[in-house]
């Protein structure tokens, strides 16, 4: 349906070089010498002529496919899965790389599979990402090592692949802090019974923030299912024991911490502040008033992976030194419409 | 780390024939004469060596890089881009094809930028998938019709390339089918005011079934934004006007519609039947009761876009009788807990 595309040797042809000139320019070989003047004349003629370099015959020549790939635990369970994608599909464009994905089962046991890196490695991509959000340490499988790859939101228990974590501990911490500096002393926490990463940070950052303000209240640590009944179990518990303030594990539990509240005769924020964490959409913007919440680093993670990556590929990374310390990027406060200072206070 | 990896030479000696059979053997090469033992002794060697075949230096003596891009619109914003992801991965997957992915940006106007197409043709990829929600034509660029391409979500205005779609008329209707069998007369419709084809394809597919049902009214018709709060303004009004179930435009809009129920003081499902649409997560859980609502073929129309494509690229599709029919999928009900018989019949 198209004409046939112009090949190397039209380009040296208009451009009155060697067709291995052309290669040398328009791939940016290392170490040869042409002119910029040279250059400019090849760059020309390709631009005339729309000549595209055949990507296939330079892999085979630098051993290098410009592919990566990104290997997640369940993206279609996983509600942030898209912006982890989009974040590390958009670096990849600015650095002229292609993304592939292959979707990985959720695993029980923090080993990770080798078939689905094995499917990357075969197709030769020059390095591969893997994304959880279910394992704080994962074991990699031996062929994972032979490439460059970093992980995104768990550690390798080896310590030897780079790794990239939301601070879940210090975001949970911040909104501990928003609250109090609003006015509160009787903060809840509805925290999740299930056994994940997250769950643990958050829990953390809670109580270390709460002891920071001198606000030790073990009794109000209510656990629930990280969902809206969850929630709205917790928040009733939380409620009648005094809480002016629930911090919510998830956007999730917020859902039924807001039934509980009217349930209760509750108005928020005026009577209870409320506080989601994941900035999951719709949610927030679903309930009335809309949710104040945490939003994850999914996106620079993404951004990070592939990244980290690149310089991996181009020697340029400090593997072990890198791995040694995982990234942590900064979970921060989305602030809406359901919190306001305590009924006493105002 | 690893041993230098076995190469062609190394299983042509184990297996005591030439470079050349062994790449027909395991390249299945049409037209070429290897006998059922030889071709046995090859691929025992292979496995006893670990050998994988280049895939660029096939890529190159093929022209075939077994790669298939997917460009999705908005792959963030789509609640339902990781099903048709993950749909399309797990069809590549089966069929030994990589999946790549390009985000593109949501367009006003119908018409596709040639951009991000030309990315994935610069890599070589066998064919291309375009995946959009908000678009009933789309007019592709003229680079899409150099390779092979398949549509999801919108039909191609020159009537060239093939595409899926999900029979969203069909879902409303449906809906409105069990409605009635249930013993409703008084279904509302809380349609959405925004202009993209699902809105469209489901008030006509309510109309039609109220038509059917002889129970046209369009008093209880009300349009609203597609979130939360055009839903409770809707079913306010919905109710007020004497409907004894509320059809929701998408699952968001049903949020609202049982804040409306609520204030109202109507008990969903007995006083009021509520149904959304989307089936999206994790809406129809984290409601209370769990919302009975339509799910959309997401993964099926990735699945089937690879699975065209792959046809195409073989040869075997017939291009032009496929495109002229859009394949349409169906919407299902998924029942859950917010739909009774109407008050006056129990």
Request: contains cysteine; glycine residues 8%.
């Amino acid at each position: 349906m198209t004409a046939k595309p112009a090949g190397i040797r039209d380009v040296a042809a208009l451009a009155g070089v060697s067709p291995t000139t052309v290669s040398h320019v328009l791939n940016e070989t290392p170490h040869t010498r042409v002119s910029e003047e040279t250059a400019d004349r090849v760059r020309s003629a390709a631009a005339e002529l729309d000549y595209r370099p055949n990507r296939l015959a330079r892999g085979l020549r630098t051993q290098a496919s410009d592919m990566v790939g990104l290997l997640t635990e369940e993206i279609a369970a996983t509600p942030h899965a898209g912006r982890i994608i989009l974040g590390a599909q958009e670096e990849a464009t600015r650095r002229n790389l292609t993304l592939a994905i292959i979707n990985s089962e959720l695993r029980q046991d923090p080993a990770i599979s080798a078939d689905p890196v094995q499917a990357f490695l075969d197709r030769h991509v020059d390095g591969v990402i893997y994304a959880t959000v279910y394992h704080d340490e994962i074991i990699a499988p031996e062929n994972l090592k032979s490439r460059p790859a970093v992980l995104i939101g768990a550690r390798d228990a080896d310590g030897l692949i780079p790794a990239v974590l939301p601070d879940e501990t210090a975001g949970a911490a911040s909104v501990v802090g928003m609250l109090v500096a609003r006015g509160h002393r009787h903060i809840g926490f509805a925290a999740s019974a299930e056994d994940v990463p997250a769950t643990r940070g958050r829990l953390v950052g809670y109580e270390a923030a709460m002891a920071d303000a001198r606000l030790d209240d073990s009794a109000l640590i209510e656990y629930g299912a990280p969902d809206a009944r969850g929630g709205y179990e917790a928040t009733l518990r939380l409620i009648d024991a005094g809480a002016t303030a629930v911090f919510c594990y998830n956007d999730r539990m917020a859902i039924g911490a807001y039934r509980a509240a009217a349930e209760r005769g509750r108005a928020i924020p005026e009577d209870l502040s409320v506080v989601g964490f994941d900035d999951q959409a719709p949610i927030p913007d679903s309930l009335y008033p809309a949710l104040t919440t945490v939003t994850l680093p999914h996106y620079e993670m993404g951004a990070w992976a592939v990244e980290t990556l690149a310089a991996l590929i181009d020697g340029q990374g400090q593997h072990s030194l890198i791995a040694a310390h995982p990234t942590v990027l900064p979970c921060t406060v989305a602030e809406r419409d359901s919190v306001a200072p305590p009924p006493a206070t105002r």
